[in-house]
């Protein structure tokens, strides 16, 4: 039996981990759950799966927390503290890196060091801080399974195969809401439209990131550091259907492409049960059905967060986590209605021309990267 610890298990991944680990009771068990603010949500899964530690934000949340739960009550901890707890418990095997943004890192670094194997859903941990947590990967010789769709369909489709025989990888892309939209209605393109995905259900943050196409620039930094493949050899095609997840090209001409619906709970099953497979409750796959599978390039004048995280890689050094932080920051403003769609883009190409880059050696120098990218891009909506 492998022993869980979930990062953000009240949101979409986390609520994906859980069903999966209650369909198969015999294969595992839950150890840690840390949550933000919904306590309600935490309490119900702290009564079903009864981890040995959960953590919350902030204190008012803990003390929610405390009123809702019954006569099981395991250690309520909180913030950053209680996050790291979670992610070290001594009786979980992997943690579930699911957490949204650089407020993943921390935990996830924590959990290496604790000797954990991770199943990866925070990109922003690799994108941030890529050289660092593949060294302290190979350190303490833990495994860091993908559970990104792309990456799973990456990480699937290399088994069994030479690394220097890969010619490509190629990550697929939905395209988002406004694939079909023009540079001038893209400007006015307002918030409950950019939250309308067309075939994903996400949280609110990468949903807006698909929109802009960010979130499939930092999917192509988490490429580099996850399968040690340069910017040149990764490509981005967008795939409306999402029925192919992505794929590796060989030096023979063939391509090895891993297709199934669109439903996180697959590749979270595979990430959790790897080298064997489980069943995971999504809906087969129906290729009659579905008909026709079409392709098209990627729009970089329109979209221009994919080209920004292209040029962060090939820089190099701090500008990935300049990129993640900016990000970050306009979205959020995004969200709150402080700026326009088209903004974000232009907000985090502001503050990538206006940093300074640096070669970061330990985590403190990538957090200071990561805080002067979010007071700086702070000063340009401001």
């Known amino acids: 039996m492998r ?15 859980l069903d999966v680990v209650r369909q198969h009771p015999e294969k595992f068990s839950i150890s840690g ?6 306590v309600v949500t935490l309490a119900q899964q702290i009564k079903e799966f009864r981890p040995t530690a959960v953590s919350v934000m902030d204190t008012d949340a803990a003390i929610k927390l405390s009123a809702l739960l019954g006569d099981y009550k395991p250690d309520i901890l ?3 503290e209680g996050t790291i707890a979670v992610a ?3 009786e979980a095997d992997m943690v579930v890196s699911a957490i949204v943004g650089a407020a993943g890192l921390i935990p996830t670094v924590s959990a290496i060091t604790a000797g954990k194997h991770i199943a990866l859903a925070n990109k922003e941990t690799l994108v941030v801080a890529g050289a660092l947590v593949s060294d302290l990967i190979q350190k303490h010789k833990v495994h860091l399974l993908p559970v990104d769709s792309e990456h799973s369909a990456i990480f699937q489709s290399l088994q069994g195969h030479r690394k220097e025989d890969v010619v490509r990888i190629i990550l697929t892309a939905s395209g988002g809401p406004f694939r079909n939209t023009s540079a001038e209605e893209l400007k006015l393109v307002c918030l409950e439209q950019a939250l309308k995905h067309p075939q994903w259900t996400m949280g609110a943050k990468i949903t807006i990131d698909s929109a802009t196409m960010m979130n499939k620039g930092l999917e192509v930094i988490e490429a580099h550091w996850l399968f040690a493949i340069p910017a040149e050899k990764i490509d981005v095609v967008v795939h409306p259907q999402s029925i192919i997840h992505s794929m590796v090209e060989y030096i023979d001409g063939c391509v090895i492409a891993q297709l199934g619906a669109p439903d996180m709970r697959a590749p979270i099953a595979y990430a959790l049960s790897w ?6 409750g999504i809906q087969k796959l129906d290729l009659a059905k579905i008909g026709t599978l079409t392709f098209e390039e990627p729009d970089m004048e329109r979209f221009p967060a994919l080209r920004l995280a292209f040029d962060a890689l090939k820089a190099g050094r701090t500008c990935p986590a300049v990129l993640n932080a900016a990000n970050e920051i306009a979205v959020a403003a995004f969200l709150d209605k402080k700026i326009r769609f088209t903004e974000i883009a232009e907000t985090v190409d502001k503050t990538m021309q206006a940093h300074e880059a640096y070669t970061p050696v330990e985590l403190d120098d990538y957090l200071h990267a990561d805080r002067w990218a979010r007071d700086t891009a702070t000063k340009f909506i401001a």
């Open 3 to 17: 022993s869980l610890s979930i990062l953000g298990s009240t949101g979409s991944i986390g609520l994906s981990t």
């Open 88 to 90: 070290t418990v001594e």
């Open 78 to 80: 909180y913030g950053i």
């Open 33 to 38: 759950l840390a949550a933000g603010r919904d």
């Open 275 to 280: 080298p064997e497979r489980c069943e995971s």
